[in-house]
């Protein structure tokens, strides 16, 4: 397994806290959910759709559980980079060769804070930022050819 194997598949702390901490929650609302549905003794339509709307809740609850603990549990969390090195958690800021600029925060989707967008380290792009530091310059292979950015800020997660 090479390095980069290794980062795809690892959380950073903030991120494998916040997942722990959605697993609590969801875990005690589902059980508010299955002890509303054992309480309701009416036979009516009204009754009926409660019911059916609880049930369509408590399945996307089971679904979301079942990808927090599979997260979980074929995860690690990323050791700590130097402040200024790309890594798993890390928020960058890109220049890129028309001027803009753009933040990413590197990882799983699950790594994704605030409004700033996931860029997986499995991606050509997160591929190529991984390890680099702030300042260089860093090509990747994108659809449209080969492209590069500057890296302008690394931040830690």
């Known amino acids: 397994m090479s390095v980069l194997d290794h980062q795809i598949h690892q959380l950073s702390a903030s991120a494998r806290k916040r997942l722990q901490q959605d697993e609590i929650d ?25 019911f059916a709307t609880q049930q369509i809740e408590i399945e996307s609850i089971d679904r979301r559980l079942n990808r927090i603990r599979e997260l979980l549990s074929a995860t690690t969390v990323a050791s700590d980079a130097p402040e200024d090195t790309v890594a798993v958690g890390s928020v960058v800021t890109l220049r890129f060769d ?8 590197v990882g799983l989707i699950e790594e994704q804070a605030d409004d700033v967008v996931a860029l997986t380290p ?23 050819g080969e492209l590069s950015v500057e890296i302008v800020q690394v931040a830690g997660s």
């Open 26 to 50: 969801l875990t005690a609302r589902r059980a508010e959910l299955v002890a509303e549905q054992g309480s309701e003794t009416g036979g009516d339509l009204v009754d009926q759709a409660s």
């Open 98 to 105: 028309d001027g803009s600029t753009e933040a990413y925060q």
């Open 122 to 144: 499995s991606s050509p792009l997160g591929r190529a930022l991984m390890g680099h530091k702030m300042g260089d310059k860093v090509t990747y292979a994108a659809p449209v």
